[in-house]
């Protein structure tokens, strides 16, 4: 995937709900220690305007751009699985 279609994908899966993308354990978790809520990470997904490959893991994407509900600068790492369905894997400050 390009990263433009990443992005679309990622916009695509807030429009449709939560049956179409989900929370990882690991972002559940990440998101208490550093308290943020879920509208942190929608907020950031929706504003996001780049898209780039994870170096670290394959297959993960770092989404940016966007902002949390105090528009701090909030990355937030996904996985897009062949379903289509997109894990939100953890957020980055």
């Not at 990443?6 to 550093?34: D, F, I, T, W």
């Not at 929706?46 to 993960?60: H, K």
Request: net charge negative; with cysteine; glycine share 10%.
């Amino acid at each position: 995937m390009t990263p433009q279609e990443v992005l679309a994908a990622v916009k695509e899966a807030l429009e449709r709900g939560n049956g179409a993308y989900a929370l990882s354990p690991h972002c559940r978790k990440q998101m208490k220690a550093r308290g943020f809520l879920a509208g942190d990470i929608t907020r950031a997904l929706t504003g996001a305007t780049n898209a780039t490959v994870d170096d670290e893991i394959p297959g993960r994407w770092r989404i940016s751009g966007g902002t949390d509900t105090e528009e701090e600068p909030l990355t937030v790492v996904i996985e897009i699985h062949s379903n289509g369905h997109i894990e939100i894997i953890t957020p980055l400050k």
